[in-house]
């Protein structure tokens, strides 16, 4: 029997003659949990992608054993037969199948008949929800009845089904709130108990540091290091990630606060698909020239959909009155709020985001093309140096202004969307969590560029679930729950306790 | 192996329209070879007077796959083109024929409709949000429907001379050298000025060497072109009025703001509706664009036939967006150029021509058009490496 469950030894990928990751060994004992750490493009998923047969044998060169052997899956399957499952950043369910036809979905239990056993299926489907501490789970229930965060709890249903050997985590936790967050930890702790490895991949260190037992930093597709974490601090892992030591996590800079230009008046938002649910409930709030309002709340606390009534893209039900200096003025499209200096950089950057098939820099002028024509035509001349000026700017990290920006980064493409609602020189930004799936390089570089704009005077709305980002930008705190505004806080030694306390419920609103 | 499977892979997906141009020259030896008649004189495919036809009959589908590429490129379909063709040609011929109208009058009634309709059309679509499958499918049928009511099921004959020369003139010969020789200075013009720029912001460019052969290679094209067209009778009008289309068109893909939108709006709706474009009444106007386009081809045909008959533009979507799709336009939308399609077309028309000629019978050509389609899709996919 070997030491190790899986060895990859020396592994090289190469895309078009470029290295995405070259020689990274990563070793798992049986019954270990190993973090896999690294900035966004440093080529965590590529190595996963190889582990995964996603990039077939042959693609790639190095070696992997697998229980001592070497491993010899061609396909996604294979290595899941082998005892491998990849959870993916992204959901990778059928939101109309239910609940136990998305676990068993390529293996679905039939009767002599050939027909499905819905009975064995939705029992097993159940016993694994009680697994997995989630027995309310109705498993013959539309997968898109229940949250994000259930979701993914659902998706490790899967990988039980599958019997994994080894459980590769990527970024679980993005998208959950923090109770979600506790049970998936408490349950990947079990699993470790139970003997079963893990990857777990994750930009959130504390997470790492818990539950890891071992981790292995790779930085622009090099190995850097390997240690088990009891060596460890959170601090160590970031500079080894980074490269270089990253003293202030947040680079607070002095700026006046001027006078109220912005407010919204009893805003509220009504659910899309069942109308009688109030998504945001009678919510008013000021915004001053130069302030950072930080909006924390648990995810489902209603701040997108307040963030899209104010940017007038919400497609269902909504009312509430938004006044610029003092006068109403009218929010019925995006255009119509950037025409009227409110601009806002959304939560889902692939979806609402990018223009994948579209050069970086085409991106970043589409709010704007119609200031560089001529004559009706685009003047070459102008957009190219506006573009060069904004990724110089951005410091966004691209081989030509044109390459198309699919191909980028998360971090240079946040900074892409970023740079693209700047242009039309909003009075109002609304970020709505600007660091999501960001490298810790580029969130100091948005946050330095929130400062700026604060001091030019710009009323910042920034929308985080993380909190020690919401008190490390924020002049003054917004605490939404279950779409009320359940806290406004001077940020002036608040702590991640109230802020939370106040989320959940437990406190009443604070006149600030 | 793999190696230069991959080479050819990446060579064919940069110059996608180099490898339909192979495709062409091989469909138009095979037909060459199969119609040689020593006792005529030679082939009776690849002479002066069968080029011209085989333009003349492009021409028409050329307009409709031209503005097709857009509706397409922004994640639309329009399966009504071929009818409105036929319903803006049949008013041509009944307000020409029967209401004598003045050419100039004709033509601006029919222009104006086509572009309302195709508006009321990228109405329905864009702001009520009906599928434009369905719009469409209805207007198909609405659209023959009311041919057939305007003529009468009959056939509206004979069109005035001045409307005949929209489908059956030709250019005389100098005028034709002319407008060859200053399109190719424009051309040669505008390629050393993008590749300055591009140079200066730092874009690849082609080596020096490959720019002036590709700009050789157009100069042949369109000499051999000019050259072969007057040696019949000159270029035809509806062909002359194709390549100005192909001109603006491409330009107002590549150049304008709204042609940037049309492809923002087919490869991420969403993206760029919240970056405060707005796309509804961009794809109001991509159907705007096609409803123009329709009127054009509609006068077309009835002028090239000098009737209007209600069978006209039978079939004419499924021939343009065939020719969308042979020429490299993405189903998912974002990706397409009006050049593309308008190979494609010429693709499709050689295959009905060279066939007609073989006397294949009509079946037969269906079949094999159809083969075609599928296979050209199928290569661009193996091509581009997006197998599954």
């Known amino acids: 029997m070997a030491d ?18 070259d020689g990274i060994d990563l070793k798992v004992r049986p019954g270990e949990c190993v973090g896999l750490c690294g900035e966004n493009g440093a080529g965590k998923s590529t190595l996963m992608k190889v582990l995964s047969a996603v990039y077939p044998p042959g693609s790639w060169t190095g070696t992997i054993l697998w229980e001592g052997a070497e491993l010899k899956a061609r396909n996604i399957r294979e290595t899941e037969e082998a005892g491998i499952v990849i959870i993916h950043q992204e959901l990778m369910m059928v939101p109309h199948l239910s609940v136990a036809e998305n676990i068993f979905l390529g293996s679905e239990p039939t009767t002599f008949g050939g027909l499905i056993d819905y009975d064995a299926m939705n029992a097993r489907a159940a ?90 930093v790779i930085r622009d597709g090099t190995h850097v290091a390997t240690h088990p974490m009891a060596e460890l601090t959170t601090d ?25 230009i912005f407010e919204a008046r009893n805003v509220t938002v009504w659910d899309t698909t069942n109308t009688e649910r109030k998504l945001v409930d009678d919510v008013s709030f000021t915004l001053r020239r130069g302030e950072i309002l930080g909006v924390a709340g648990l995810v489902g606390a209603g701040r997108t959909e307040l963030a899209s009534h104010l940017f007038g893209c919400w497609r269902g039900e909504h009312t509430g009155a938004i006044l610029l200096d003092g006068k109403e003025v009218r929010v019925h499209s995006p255009l119509q709020a950037v025409r009227q200096g409110i601009c ?106 929130i400062f700026e704009l604060a001091k030019q005077g710009v009323a910042v709305l920034m929308i985080s679930s ?33 802020i939370l306390a106040a989320a959940l419920g437990k406190q009443t609103r604070d006149a600030a | 192996m ?47 007077r069968n080029f011209s036809n085989l333009l003349r009959q492009m021409a028409i589908t050329g307009m409709l796959a031209s503005a097709m590429v857009f509706v397409i490129v922004a994640g639309e379909i329009d399966l009504s083109v071929g009818s409105l063709l036929g319903l ?21 009634v029919v222009i104006l409709l086509g572009i309302v309709i195709g508006l009321g059309v990228g109405w329905l679509t864009a702001y009520q949000g009906i599928p434009s499958f369905i719009v469409t499918l209805g207007g198909m049928l609405v659209f023959r429907g009311a041919v057939l009511g305007l003529t009468g099921g009959i056939t509206v004959a004979p069109a005035s001379e001045e409307l005949k020369v929209i489908g059956q003139g030709y250019l005389p010969g100098g005028l034709g050298d002319g407008l060859a020789a200053i399109l190719f200075v424009l051309l040669v013009v505008t390629a050393f000025r993008t590749r300055a720029g591009r140079q200066k912001h730092g874009l690849p460019v082609s080596s ?181």
């Open chain 1, 4 to 21: 190790y469950l899986l060895e990859m030894r020396g592994i090289t990928k190469e895309f078009s003659g470029v290295k995405a990751i």
């Open chain 1, 127 to 216: 016993e694994l929800m009680i697994q997995l501490k989630m027995p309310d789970i109705n498993v013959a229930l539309p997968v898109m009845a229940y949250s994000g965060g259930k979701q993914q709890l659902i998706e490790i249903a899967k990988a039980l089904n599958k019997n994994a050997k080894l459980l590769i985590l990527d970024e679980p936790t993005s998208a959950l709130t923090s109770s979600e967050t506790r049970t998936l930890l408490d349950l990947v702790a079990e699993f470790k108990a139970r003997g079963m490895a893990c990857v777990y991949i994750s930009h959130k260190l504390d997470e790492v540091a818990e539950i890891a037992d071992t981790v292995t």
């Open chain 1, 236 to 260: 160590k892992i970031i500079t080894m990630m980074v490269g270089r030591e990253m003293k202030n996590l947040f680079p607070r800079e002095d700026h006046d606060i001027g006078e109220v």
């Open chain 1, 344 to 449: 806002m950089v959304p939560e889902d950057r692939k979806r609402h985001g990018i223009v994948p098939l579209m050069g970086v820099g085409h991106n970043i002028t589409l709010s704007v093309l119609r200031n560089y024509t001529r004559f009706g035509l685009i003047d070459a001349e102008d957009e190219m140096a506006v573009i060069r000026n904004e990724i110089d700017r951005m410091r966004i990290k691209t081989a030509q202004p044109l390459l198309p920006i699919a191909s980028l980064s998360g971090g240079n493409q946040q900074k892409a969307v970023v740079a693209k609602m700047l242009l039309p020189g909003p009075r109002v930004l609304i970020l709505d969590e600007p660091t999501r799936g960001v490298d810790v390089g580029a969130k100091y570089e948005i946050y330095k560029l």
């Open chain 1, 466 to 498: 993380e909190l020690p980002e919401v008190l490390g930008i924020s002049d003054r705190v917004l605490v939404m729950g279950e779409g009320r505004l359940r806290g406004d806080f001077p940020n002036t030694g608040l702590s991640q306790e109230q």
């Open chain 2, 2 to 48: 793999t190696l230069t499977r991959k080479d050819l892979r990446t060579f064919l997906s940069s110059y996608k329209i180099v490898a339909l141009l192979i495709v062409i020259a091989v469909i138009w030896a095979f037909f060459g070879f199969m119609t040689y008649d020593a006792d005529l004189g030679g082939s009776q495919f690849l002479t002066a």
């Open chain 2, 88 to 108: 803006l040609g049949g008013i041509a011929a009944v307000l020409d024929v029967i209401y004598h109208w003045p050419l100039a009058g004709t033509i601006a």
């Open chain 2, 208 to 388: 020096m060497a490959a720019e002036v052969a590709r700009l050789v290679a157009i100069g042949a094209v369109i000499l051999g072109f000019v050259v072969t067209l007057n040696s019949y009778q000159g270029v035809p009008v509806p062909v002359l009025i194709l390549l100005v289309i192909l001109g603006i068109f491409t330009i107002v893909g590549n150049k304008t703001v709204f042609g940037r939108r049309i492809y923002a709006v087919g490869s991420n709706l969403e993206a760029t509706r919240l970056s405060g474009v707005d796309v509804n009444l961009v794809k109001m106007l991509v159907f705007g664009l096609m409803g123009l386009m329709c009127a054009l081809a509609g006068l077309t045909t009835t002028a090239r036939l000098a009737a209007g008959t209600p069978s006209a533009g039978f079939g004419g979507e499924l021939d343009a967006i065939a020719s969308c799709f042979i020429g490299g336009t993405s189903m998912r939308g974002g990706i397409g150029s009006v050049a593309g399609a308008l190979v494609g077309a010429v693709i499709m028309a050689s295959l009905d021509n060279g066939m007609s000629m073989l006397g294949v019978e009509t079946f037969w050509q269906q079949i094999v058009k159809g083969v075609i389609l599928v296979l050209a899709v199928w290569m661009d996919i193996v091509s581009s490496g997006n197998t599954r």
